[in-house]
């Protein structure tokens, strides 16, 4: 399965850590979102999109590139680090823009990233170390089971 990982990493390399670990397991390609040429996408049977989640969603870049595709007709997955509590609960406008555009979403991946951002950088951020070594083996095992889907 001919496989592209999508993503956004901005501040800390939080989401490119979790992102070249899905891409090293499924033997995907990696293209950070200001790389991607829309037309490619065709190319690929399985397309995942990821990125830190900031005020409670998914990057901006990373929104408006899906937003701007054609109907896709991809079987999908989704991805994100984040600061705070909340797994899918900020995937809901990139899930919701995707459906739009016929995708099938297979799975999901959430784990803690190290934040530092507002008020958070005062007292030194939350969740230093983070994504750790467990969070990556997570990742790798959820690659592991898109290989089955």
Do not use: W
């Not at 990373?62 to 896709?72: E, K």
């Not at 994100?80 to 899918?88: E, F, L, Q, V």
Request: include cysteine; charge should be positive; glycine fraction near 10%.
């Amino acid at each position: 399965m001919k496989t592209l990982i999508v993503y956004v990493s901005v501040h800390h390399g939080n989401s490119e850590k979790v992102a070249k670990v899905m891409a090293n397991t499924l033997g995907a390609d990696l293209l950070q979102v200001e790389q991607v040429d829309a037309n490619v996408l065709a190319q690929y049977d399985l397309i995942g999109f990821g990125s830190g989640i900031y005020f409670g969603r998914h990057h901006n870049s990373l929104l408006n590139f899906v937003r701007n595709l054609p109907a896709l007709n991809k079987k999908v997955f989704l991805f994100s680090t984040s600061g705070m509590a909340g797994k899918y609960f900020f995937h809901k406008e990139l899930k919701r823009i995707l459906r739009e555009k016929n995708c099938t979403i297979l799975a999901e991946f959430s784990c803690r990233g190290f934040d530092e951002f507002g008020p958070l950088g005062v007292f030194g951020g939350v969740n230093k170390g983070r994504p750790n070594t467990q969070d990556l083996a997570d990742a790798r095992a959820f690659a592991e089971a898109l290989k089955t889907s």
